[in-house]
Nanobody, 121 residues
Framework: QVQLVESGGGLVQPGGSLRLSCAAS????????MGWYRQAPGKQRDLVAVVTSGGSTTYADSVKGRFVISRDNANNTVQLQMNSLKPEDTALYYC???????????????WGQGTQVTVSS
């Protein structure tokens, strides 16, 4: 079994900062891409930022220059530092990871249960 657990969401005023963390645990051989997606009420789930095992990053245009994604390969964790937050950043944020389990050929995408981020005055 594999589990992703997010933490760090909450309520913040516009212009503030939050740091999200996600830890992958369980039967893991390797992790390729790790990342964050978000889903606002009534909208589809969209990519926020992803990072490969080699450290290459991709960001949504809406968060470039404000958010920074990082990961710790030794501990199977990924973080999202969110600065200059705006009300439109309000959403449920999901962590995901593309994981290969021991003795398996296929890579499976796993998701966390989500952590709420609300930006409001």
């Amino acid at each position: 079994q594999v589990q992703l657990v997010e933490s760090g969401g909450g309520l913040v005023q516009p212009g503030g900062s939050l740091r999200l963390s996600c830890a992958a645990s369980g039967s893991i051989f390797s992790i390729n891409v790790m990342g964050w997606y978000r889903q606002a009420p009534g909208k589809q789930r969209d990519l926020v930022a992803v990072v490969t095992s080699g450290g290459s990053t991709t960001y949504a245009d809406s968060v470039k220059g404000r958010f920074v994604i990082s990961r710790d390969n030794a501990n199977n964790t990924v973080q999202l530092q969110m600065n200059s937050l705006k009300p439109e950043d309000t959403a449920l944020y999901y962590c995901n990871a593309d994981i290969r389990r021991p003795a398996r050929v296929s890579i499976v995408r796993y998701w966390g249960q989500g952590t709420q981020v609300t930006v409001s005055s």
